[in-house]
């Protein structure tokens, strides 16, 4: 574009002006050529390939209209609103889903249509026409074909008259249902459950047996019941009453049996006028040596019947259910003949029977010198039948068990000593010893020999006799000391000993001299369980816990702690309890981390098992399953697993101990401290040893 003369004019006198400034010029001038939107779709230039038709832009959207609408030289590619073409192999106008082509036109090969279910047979598609009821060929697509079963009775539709039932088909049976069942053009004929019906002339709702036929619905003039023997007279037939009028009414081929209005005679054996109720029968005449009557209670006796007049003749006579009631006496079995009667033996008569009289007075019917009223005798019989044997003329008696002469507290008052352990004189104190008795010799272990009711040799009078002749009482001088909880003496050798002397009362402490009175210990006090498994236990008690902790630093092999268990007793006073011990028990509780005690269960074996010293040296084996010859068994076993113990309780392993050993004073273990985590401690003082 070129400037224009007034540009250049008016630039010449902006030059020229008289200013004191300076004048700038602006030289910058657009000579770029201008663009024209035609169609004012906002595109221009290459952008705008028809810039007649807005709808025409580098910015449309393809569709199917023969134009280039995106302007990228192509028309109709990628068209949004193209259709999808599905493959149709047979050409029949519908194609399968499985292979489609998007475009503006169907390409060839391909229908617009889908749903072909064989895309190699023409005709076979959707809207196909199935005229064959008898092929089974789908030629519409739909899931079936023109043979229909609709109700799958196993015949088409145009095989049977009913496609709707599956009862109805030609194999079918006919029934009484109204329907045509078979397909033969008839209802219910032949049907195999119609009824037989019998012709009934007399309308009595039973038939002539003779005459019938079978139909589902009831025939005019026909019943369902037949057997009657006489269809000309309606009161005639199997349900009527028989009655008496020579005719079976009935139709059971009997006359006048078991007729309603028969009468009923009993049978009168004894002619006395009256029937036994038992042989009642009816009849429309009346058998010969029968009565209408049955008030007969005995027909054998012409004397007795309902309202005769009792007599005493051993028979019911007047039918009330008694015989001679009012009429008879009371006799009672004198079986010793002394003239006195047993009350439990009676019978009533009209007379008194042999051996029988009229009293009860007789207490035994075996001895003729008893009765009531007889003088007793010392002969072991009740002779006056007061209850009591023998009172007031028997001795008394004493048992003598230890056959010292005297008897105990268990006496019999007889005749004459029972036996040979009876004697008259009593008074032992002790029937179980024969040293004590009345004005036995003293003794000196605490007893009362001569049954003055007083310990012998008891000076102080305490209860105790004197330690030095065998007794228990260590001061005989002082009624105070005494062999009693508290008392200052030794109870017993052992707490099997106290409670064998009987000073037991109950679990605690108790003074105890195992080597007895005057001897090298002195007495001492220890604690006894009097009532674990009979009691009598002497406890032995630890004086500390093995501490829960690492025993040992390095080193597998096994060995014993480096000291022994301390103890509350002393090693004298435990050796004097043990020798004198039969029997002996103890729980040790091995508490552990990471320290096998017993069995290893990731190992599978005994190869880490405890050991244990007891108390007097000897040691048990280690490392097996069996501690043999020592009673040794594991009750419990936590520490198998190796690990996660934590020193509880709960997961420890228990060894039941019996010996006479007992108590374990060391343990020997394997594999026991050479690790941080290995820790292994028991709870002694909650667990003692005990010997007995």
């Avoid at 006198?13 to 035609?38: F, H, M, Y």
């Avoid at 006359?255 to 109720?277: E, I, K, L």
């Avoid at 007893?447 to 006799?465: H, P, R």
């Avoid at 990471?594 to 405890?610: K, L, P, Q």
Wanted: charged share 25%; net charge negative; glycine share 12%.
């Amino acid at each position: 574009m070129r400037p224009s003369p007034l540009l250049a004019l008016t630039l010449f006198a902006l030059a020229c002006r008289s200013d004191d400034k300076d004048v700038v010029l602006d030289t910058n001038v657009d000579t770029a050529p201008q663009t024209v939107d035609e169609d004012g779709d906002g595109f221009t230039g290459e952008d705008d390939c028809d810039d007649t038709d807005p709808a025409v832009n580098a910015g449309a959207a393809e569709t199917c209209d023969g134009l280039d609408n995106d302007c990228d030289g192509e028309a109709d590619e990628d068209a949004t609103d193209a259709a999808t073409f599905y493959a149709d192999a047979d050409g029949d106008g519908f194609g399968v889903e499985a292979y489609t082509e998007t475009a503006c036109e169907a390409p060839v090969g391909y229908a617009s249509e889908v749903g072909d279910c064989d895309d190699q047979d023409a005709a076979i598609y959707p809207g196909a026409v199935e005229d064959d009821c008898l092929d089974p060929t789908d030629y519409n697509c739909d899931g079936s074909s023109g043979l229909t079963d609709g109700d799958a009775d196993g015949f088409a539709a145009c095989e049977e008259c009913d496609d709707t039932n599956r009862a109805v088909n030609p194999s079918a049976t006919e029934i009484c249902d109204d329907l045509d069942n078979n397909c033969d053009g008839e209802a219910d004929v032949g049907a195999v459950d119609a009824a037989t019906w019998y012709q009934d002339a007399d309308t009595d709702g039973y038939g002539d047996t003779d005459f019938s036929q079978e139909s589902c619905d009831t025939p005019e003039g026909y019943a369902s019941e037949d057997g009657d023997c006489d269809d000309a007279v309606a009161s005639t037939n199997p349900g009527a009453a028989e009655v008496c009028d020579d005719v079976d009414n009935d139709c059971n081929g009997s006359v006048d049996d078991d007729a309603t209005d028969a009468a009923t005679y009993y049978s009168d054996r004894d002619q006395d006028g009256y029937g036994d109720p038992a042989t009642g029968k009816t009849s429309c005449e009346q058998p010969t040596g029968t009565v209408d009557n049955d008030g007969d209670c005995n027909d054998k006796e012409e004397l007795a019947w309902d309202g005769a007049t009792e007599v005493c003749d051993e028979v019911d006579n007047n039918c009330d259910g008694s015989v001679d009631e009012g009429l008879t006496t009371t006799y009672y079995l004198d079986n010793d003949e002394d003239g006195y009667g047993n009350a439990k033996r009676s019978v009533t008569a009209c007379s008194a029977p042999d051996g029988y009289v009229e009293n009860t007075d007789d207490c035994d019917d075996t001895e003729e010198a008893a009765w009531t009223g007889a003088t007793e005798i010392c002969d072991e019989i009740d002779n006056n039948c007061d209850g009591s044997v023998d009172e007031g003329v028997e001795s008394t008696w004493y048992l003598d068990v230890d056959g010292d002469g005297y008897g105990g507290s268990r006496s019999t008052d007889a005749c004459s000593p029972p036996t040979s352990d009876y004697v008259a004189a009593d008074g032992d104190c002790d029937d179980g010893d024969n040293d004590a008795y009345p004005g036995a010799s003293l003794g000196c272990d605490g007893g009362d020999y001569d049954c003055d009711g007083d310990v012998d040799n008891d000076a102080d009078g305490d209860g105790y006799a004197d330690a030095t002749c065998g007794g228990d009482d260590c001061d005989d001088s002082d009624a105070v000391v005494l062999p009693e909880l508290g008392g200052g003496c030794a109870l017993g050798t052992t707490c099997l000993d106290v409670l064998a002397n009987g000073y037991s009362a109950g679990d605690g402490i108790y003074t105890i001299d195992p080597d007895g009175f005057g001897a090298g210990l002195d007495p001492f006090d220890v604690e006894c369980d009097m009532t674990t498994d009979g009691g009598g236990w002497t406890v032995i008690e630890y004086s500390a816990d093995l501490t829960f902790q690492q025993q040992f630093t390095g080193g597998d092999r096994y060995r014993f702690l480096g000291s022994d268990f301390t103890l509350d007793l002393s090693d004298a006073q435990i050796t004097a309890i043990q020798s004198l011990s039969t029997e002996g028990n103890q729980t040790y509780v091995g508490l552990c981390e990471h320290v096998i005690h017993y069995y290893y269960t990731a190992g599978g074996g005994h190869d880490y098992s405890f050991g244990f010293r007891f108390f007097d040296g000897t040691e048990t084996a280690a490392g097996l399953a069996s501690y043999s010859p020592y009673d040794i068994t594991v009750t419990a076993d936590g520490c198998a697993v190796n690990g996660g113990e934590g020193g509880a309780l709960s997961k420890a392993t228990l060894f039941e101990i019996n010996s006479v050993k007992v108590p374990v004073v060391n343990v020997q273990c394997r594999d026991c401290g050479d690790a941080t985590p290995e820790k292994f401690g028991s709870p002694l003082m909650s667990y003692p040893a005990y010997l007995r």
